[in-house]
Nanobody, 123 residues
């Protein structure tokens, strides 16, 4: 089973930037679909962005044009570059992975999850 560890969260002012990292271990990384989800207090977990084995990406409408997902297979790491952050981006961000490279926006399809990293955007 793949273990995922996120890092890079923190406190930032609105309009600022953060880069999240998610390092994987345990299994072949390059074949996996990877995604970032977030969960704000009192809200359901929601899809943020995903990237499949061939580099194709997908984004939630709320982050399109502001966030960029990428992967480095040699380092077994996926990144989420977050620019122009808004207060409503405040949440715990989790990375997830799965072997099947379809339905990447559905959190119930993911087998492996990281513990999450807090992102707080202030005014």
């Amino acid at each position: 089973q793949m273990r995922l560890v996120e890092s890079g969260g923190g406190l930032v002012k609105a309009g600022g930037s953060l880069r999240l990292s998610c390092e994987a271990s345990g299994e072949t990384f390059s074949s996996y679909a990877l995604a970032w989800f977030r969960q704000a207090p009192g809200k359901e977990r929601e899809f943020v962005s995903g990237i499949i084995w061939n580099g194709k990406t997908e984004y939630a409408d709320s982050v399109l044009g502001r966030f960029t997902i990428s992967r480095d297979n040699a380092k077994k790491t996926t990144y989420l570059q977050m620019n122009s952050l808004k207060i409503e981006d405040t949440a715990v961000y989790h990375c997830a992975s799965k072997l099947v490279n379809s339905a990447i926006t559905d959190p119930t399809r993911y087998r492996n999850w990281g513990q999450g990293t807090q992102v707080t955007v202030s005014s």
